[in-house]
Nanobody, 123 residues
Framework: VQLQASGGGLVQAGGSLRLSCLAS????????MGWYRQAPGKQRELVAV???????RYVDAVKGRFTISRDKDKDTVYLQMDSLKPEDTAVYYC??????????????????WGKGTLVTVSS
């Protein structure tokens, strides 16, 4: 599976951005799709994850502001980010797990990764 993320950029605090991640290759094997981020000097963290069985989860810091969605017809997962804060500044990565993956914690990462897209929120 190959992943191509896009949609990052510079936005003022309170603004919105939508990230997109296009999947290609063995897309029918995908079970879970997620977004992670890594801010300068910090560890990577899970932002949001959605599964084929419609389970969705968010890190507490983005609940109520970010929305993850998946368009199967377009083989794309989105991250709608509203009410952005300077602390949301990070490189954002999309990732997927195929069916059959034994995953205890999505916080630990997924199997396939795309290249990151930078989101910068100015105060």
């Amino acid at each position: 599976v190959q992943l191509q993320a896009s949609g990052g950029g510079l936005v003022q605090a309170g603004g919105s951005l939508r990230l997109s991640c296009l999947a290609s290759g063995d897309i029918f094997s995908i079970y879970a799709m997620g977004w992670y981020r890594q801010a300068p000097g910090k560890q990577r963290e899970l932002v949001a994850v959605t599964t084929t069985t419609k389970n969705t989860r968010y890190v507490d810091a983005v609940k109520g502001r970010f929305t993850i969605s998946r368009d199967k017809d377009k083989d794309t997962v989105y991250l709608q980010m509203d009410s952005l804060k300077p602390e949301d500044t990070a490189v954002y990565y999309c990732a997927v797990d195929p069916w059959g993956t034994t995953r205890v914690r999505y916080e630990d990462g997924m199997t396939y990764w795309g290249k990151g897209t930078l989101v910068t929120v100015s105060s």
